[in-house]
């Protein structure tokens, strides 16, 4: 199943600007986390923000996490060409008979030189 | 260098064939997770384990079998009742979560991508 559904599909914007993609999912979790998958490649995790936290900062990334919403938003700042990639929200929930991430279906980021 | 690492980086597959996948770490990890991705779409969950010899379906595991005989193997095999295998396979690890933190990062090999002829 697709807990996460990632807002927008595509997003291309221009190199310096921000990007904002937004991530729902449906049931109670103990964490989530935000992917990254270059282009015929394996994933790279990129942070991870529990659920009693409400925002998190790495380098140019920013993740917001709204509990009550079940969303949350990944900003990367000052974007660079290098940057081009799919992002994915992955969520841990709270069923401990199920120890897996549930992954959502990814925004697909370009950024233009 | 610590990693995990599939093989090979493309296979093709006959009608009719069963074909396994590898994947092997050297990261020390107790949990294993396989992931089918299909072209614009996310990760579907196909098995994990998280001990060895102790495995579990996923939200796709139908045509799909799995062993775990050791630590830092967890081969996937496709079989032919796997209708429509063609996609890319990806293989990670991770420490098992404890308590009730829940499933933490997620270390992915580079993936094996499966056509079928």
């Known amino acids: 199943s697709q807990q996460g559904e990632e807002d927008p599909q595509a997003l291309s914007i221009q190199e310096g600007e921000n990007a904002t993609m937004n991530c729902s999912y449906k049931?109670?979790?103990?964490?989530l986390q935000w992917y990254r998958q270059n282009s015929g490649r394996g994933l790279v995790h990129l942070i991870l923000?529990?659920?009693?936290?409400r925002e998190k900062h790495s380098g140019r990334l920013r993740v917001t996490l709204d509990t009550s919403k079940k969303s949350s938003s990944l900003l990367i700042t000052a974007s660079r060409a290098a940057d081009t990639a799919s992002y994915f929200c992955?969520?841990?929930?709270?069923?401990?008979?199920?120890?897996?991430?549930?992954f959502g279906s990814g925004t697909r980021l370009q950024v233009q030189p | 260098d610590g990693g995990i690492t599939q093989s090979p980086k493309y296979l093709f597959r006959k009608e009719g064939q069963n074909v396994t996948l590898s994947c092997e770490q050297n990261l020390n990890h107790d949990a294993m997770y396989w992931y089918r991705q299909d072209p614009g779409q996310g990760l579907r969950l196909i098995y994990y384990s998280q001990i060895v010899n102790d495995f579990q379906k996923g939200d796709i595991a139908e045509g799909y079998s799995v062993s775990r005989e050791k630590k830092e193997s967890f081969p996937l095999t496709v079989t032919s009742a796997q209708k429509n295998p063609t996609a890319f396979y990806l293989c990670?690890?991770?420490?098992?979560?404890?308590?009730?933190?829940?499933?933490?990062?997620?270390?992915f090999g580079p993936g094996t991508r499966l056509t079928v002829l």
């Open positions: 992955a969520t841990a929930g709270m069923d401990t008979g199920r120890r897996a991430l549930t």
């Open positions: 049931t109670s979790i103990n964490n």
């Open positions: 923000i529990r659920s009693n936290e």
């Open positions: 990670a690890s991770s420490w098992t979560g404890t308590g009730t933190s829940g499933s933490g990062e997620q270390f």
